[in-house]
Structure formats: C-alpha cells, structure tokens
C-alpha cells in the first residue's frame, strides 16, 4: 500500500576465491583470486572501515519496486566490483559507476582480517602499499613477510600488504603481469619513489622451482559449481573442447611510456551474433579491432557504450536509466536463443546469450543483460565469459591460450607447462593485433575474411538438451568453424556445454 | 621464497589451486551456495 516493495535480486553474484592461512599462529583470510590486479593484500585488523557493529554495514542487495511503472521495472542498486587495477594514465578512468560510498562501513568478519600484532613472525619491510580498483575501493597500508601458505601450499617468503586502510569487504590475490604491481604502474607513486617489480605469486611458483614456465591455466568451471581451479604450470586437456588458440599479449599503454603490457590484454578482430542453429542467421556487429582484458576478478562484461548499444538492437534488449544497465526479455530454458560471437583471430569462441543475462526475480520476466556500457574505449570479458572459456595464460611468452571451456568432468589430462603451451595452435590471426583506437564502425563480415583467403565461417550450432539426470536442461553446441587458407587449412570444432539455468550463469557485484 | 608444495603435487612441476566460487547479492552475503533466493518482501 506504500507504492512499492522490496525485491532482492536473485542470488548471482559470484566471485572466486581462496583462504590463506597468515602468521604464527596462522589467521584465516579469505582473499579474491584476481587476474586484473597483481598484488596480494589482506585486511588489516586495524582498519576503521570495519564496522564494530553487524547492523552498520549497509546491505545493497534490497531493491525497490516502483509499483506504478506498468513494466514494474525493478530498480536495482548495485556496485560492480572491478578489481582491474586503475593504472597511472591520464587516461584511467573509472569504468564502472559505483554506488559504494566510502563512508559505509563494511563487515570485516565475512572474509576475515589480519592482526600483525598477534604474529610471532610478522616482519614489516615498512613500505609503505597503496592500490585502486577501478570501482573506485582502495586499500592501503604496509608491506611485510610472515608464514603464509594457500590451501596447503607453503608459500613463505611471497611479500604481501597488511590494509590498515581499506573500502573493500576482501583483499584480492592480483595473479597479474608483475608490471601491473602497484609499485610499479600504481597511481600513487610520487614521483620521488623509484617504481620496481618484485617476486608476485606466480613468479614465486617460477622461481622456487615449483613449477617450470609462469604460466597457469583458469578453469572457471560451470556457472553453478561451487569451485574452480588455476593449475599453475601446466594445462588440463580434459578441462577445453576443440582446440586451444594462442594469441599476444597486447600493449595498450605504450605511449604512456609501458614498452611491456602489464594486463592481460588480447585483441578481439569482430563481434558478432547468431540466432538458433541456422548459419544465415550470422550478424557481425563490428570488425574493429578493441583490446580485451580478460579479468577473473570483474563478475560480468564491460564494453564500449555504442558496441553495447549494436548489440542491444540485435538482441532486443534496451537501456534503463533505473538500472544503468540494459534489460530484456529473460530467455527460457530450452528456448531457441542466439549466441555471442567473438572472433579472437581466425578462431571463434561463442557463449549462449543467456549466460550474459542477470536475471532478477520481478514477475515480469525482466533481465538485465550482463554486458554493461562503458566509456573506455576497450571490452573487460569478466566472469560470465571465463565461466564458459578456458584461458592460459602464459607471463614469460606474453601470450594468452583459449578455448570453449568444457564442465563435463572429462577427467584430468595435465601437461607441464614448459616454454610453450603444449598443443596450442597459433591462432590464423595470430599477427593481426590491435596498434591503435578507432571508433567502432558497425556491420563488416566476420565470419568471413577479404579477397585473399577463403576463410570462411561454417557454423553448425545444435542445441539439444539431454536427459540424463546430471545434466538436466543441460544444451550441447557445436559449433564448427572451418578455415581453408592459402597456406594451411584447419578445421575447428568445438563442443561446449552450457547450461540453461542462465539464472545462475550470471552474476552481479553489490 | 621456498615453495613446499602438497605432498598430492609434490615434484609434479604444477601446482593446482582449488577456489572457492562464492555468490551473492554482495561480498558480506555471499557463500556458496549457487540456490537463487528470491523473495519478495513488501515493506
């Protein structure tokens, strides 16, 4: 009778995780596992931002009803938590609009926090640490040593940052390029402090002998399981369908005076889209080349607000202003729907939409399509991609490996990772990478490339759910892509599963 | 760093890393699991 209620969004958010175990005695920290960052930081115990008291914490997952919209749209207020490291360009802006303010208090008991004082063996190198994430939280405090080990991985000796400042509810374990290390590229340098790299997780892995090339492989796993895996130095043949693609690492920063990359940025050569199983229902959206930051710790997709905008036309979806995001008819289960094409360089990797979709729980079929706009002119691909790829990534070769990631517990075939990655391809378009920003012209031909090559695009996409009981609603595509060229002809095919309950498939940040 | 790896991957020259996947509506409510909750609550 007050003109609204109060709908909480289903639950899908999903962030990854692991517990560290700090100090003597240990304390149990649970940290996000985060390929856009590359330092390892925990809460200080000391940090005022943890709230005393659990009802000061301000909860954003309520939403308000506007009772009289006749699209009953369901207003949502949340943060998407980006933790791709904001690096010192004049440039870096903030891709996401954040509605945590820093005068919330958080509750630092979720996630655990780190008393120094109450460590035998805690040794400060009194460094002073400080990062931004580009949601705008923060951290800040001091560098140190103490006993840590990672499940049950001793990992002694790894220097990491104790917060006794910080906005955000959990610390992050970045796995990035060491150039993107806040003593490096971080903004808060002075321009007194001399930047330098140092030994950041996976370099310590390298350099203790524990595993033979810096490289790991991400299996985010299905989009309901409960945990995924980062095999450090090697691959898993069992855990990709088709073939794995290897493609460079790009710079983006170099006239910002970077001669490395230091984020895992790739170059996308088209999106596109596809309705159902027929192969003339094949749209390319655009065939600019864009950087994309394929980033664990990003929930859902970011890209370019008109490249959005195409692909909200193709697909029906329109913006919100209530949202800040773009919503549509949530797709059913068994539905015929369209795919996500993206064209990484001669291979293909297709998600079904509805893995993009964030699905809220107002009775009117209302989605909210998990690739937001944004005013950078690059694309984050964040969880509600990785769930359905699997991704190498290679530090010592700068490159990145992909495939359609496959969740049907095929068993495990590992192969070391050992100067490269074992039966990767080069992709066709391996060379072809992104030098400069252009603005994003639409429509071109994706699936088929100019004059002097018949590559062409072949797409074959059955959907057919299966009825054994493990994977219920479960749709199989294969999608085949074939390429003939005038040097080498190669045949992709490459079978992914994904899953229906696209409810679950999609996550938002608070 | 010295690097003791689990026995289950010691000398395997790879080390695999379990991680949690946690959802929710936010970092404090999240856990794991992946059951959507939804209610409707009238104020």
């Known amino acids: 009778d007050n003109d609204y209620e109060l709908v909480e969004l289903t639950n899908q958010n999903s962030f990854y995780s692991v517990e560290l175990d700090i100090g003597t005695p240990p304390q149990k920290v649970t940290v996000l596992v985060d390929t856009g960052s590359s330092d390892l930081w925990v809460t200080g115990s000391n940090n005022p931002y943890c709230s005393t008291k659990k009802k000061d914490t301000i909860d954003s997952s309520f939403k308000q009803v506007n009772k009289d919209n006749s699209a009953s749209v369901v207003e949502s207020v949340f943060t998407e938590i980006s933790y791709d490291t904001t690096i010192v360009t004049s440039e870096a802006t903030a891709t996401l609009d954040s509605t945590a303010s820093t005068s919330q208090t958080i509750d630092c008991t979720a996630y655990g926090t780190f008393d120094t004082s109450k460590s035998s063996t805690f040794e400060s190198n009194k460094t002073e640490f400080s990062i931004t994430y580009g949601d705008s939280t923060f951290a800040s405090g001091t560098w140190g040593r103490d006993q840590l080990s990672l499940n049950d991985l001793n ?86 369908a088709g073939d794995l693609y290897t493609i460079p690492i790009i710079n983006t920063l170099e006239h910002r005076g970077y001669k490395d990359p230091i984020q895992f940025q790739v ?33 859902i997709s970011y890209m370019p607000a008109e490249l959005v905008q195409m692909l909200a036309d193709q697909v029906g979806a329109t913006y919100s202003p209530v949202y800040g995001y773009y919503i549509m008819d949530c797709i059913q289960e068994m539905e015929q729907e369209s795919s996500v094409i993206f064209d990484f360089g001669g291979f293909y990797l297709s998600n079904w939409l509805s893995d993009f979709q964030l699905v809220t729980d107002s009775r009117s079929n209302i989605c909210i399509l998990g690739i937001a706009p944004q005013s950078d002119p690059t694309i984050i691909l964040g969880d509600n991609f990785l769930a359905n790829t699997y991704v190498v990534y290679d530090l010592d ?53 100019a004059s002097n090559s018949s590559t062409s695009y072949s797409v074959s996409m059955s959907h057919s759910a299966t009825s054994s009981s493990s994977f219920k609603g479960q749709k199989i595509q294969t999608s085949t892509s074939t390429f003939s060229n005038s040097k080498s002809s190669s045949t992709i095919s490459s079978t992914r599963i994904s899953s229906p309950t696209s409810s679950s498939s999609t996550r938002k940040e608070n | ?39 409707l609550v009238a104020r």
């Open chain 1, 155 to 240: 990992i002694t000796g790894l220097s990491f940052a104790v917060a006794n400042e910080t906005n955000s509810t959990v610390g992050v374990l970045g796995i990035g390029l060491p150039g993107l290390e806040s003593t490096y590229s971080g903004i808060s340098l002075s321009s007194a402090q001399k930047s330098y790299t140092y030994n950041n997780f996976p370099m310590v892995l390298k350099n203790s002998g524990a595993i033979k090339s810096t490289a790991y492989s991400l299996f985010a796993n299905s989009s309901d399981s409960k945990h995924g895996t980062i095999l450090f130095g090697a691959v898993d043949h069992g855990k990709y």
């Open chain 1, 397 to 449: 070769n700068m490159e990145i490996s992909m495939a359609h990631a496959n969740s049907s517990d095929d068993g495990e075939y590992v192969d070391i990772i050992d100067g490269s990655v074992p039966s990767a391809l080069k992709a066709p378009g391996y060379s072809s990478t992104w030098s400069t920003y252009e603005s994003i012209v639409s429509g071109g031909n994706m699936f088929s490339t």
């Open chain 2, 1 to 39: 760093a010295s690097i003791a790896s689990p026995s289950s991957a010691t000398n395997k020259d790879y080390i695999k890393v379990n991680f949690q996947k946690k959802y929710g509506n936010s970092f404090e409510s999240a856990s794991n699991d992946t059951k959507d909750k939804t209610r």
């Open chain 1, 267 to 299: 170059t996308l050569q088209g999106v596109g889209t596809s309705k159902g199983d027929k192969e003339e229902n094949l749209t390319t959206l655009t065939t600019t080349k864009i950087p994309v930051l394929l980033d664990s710790g990003t929930t």
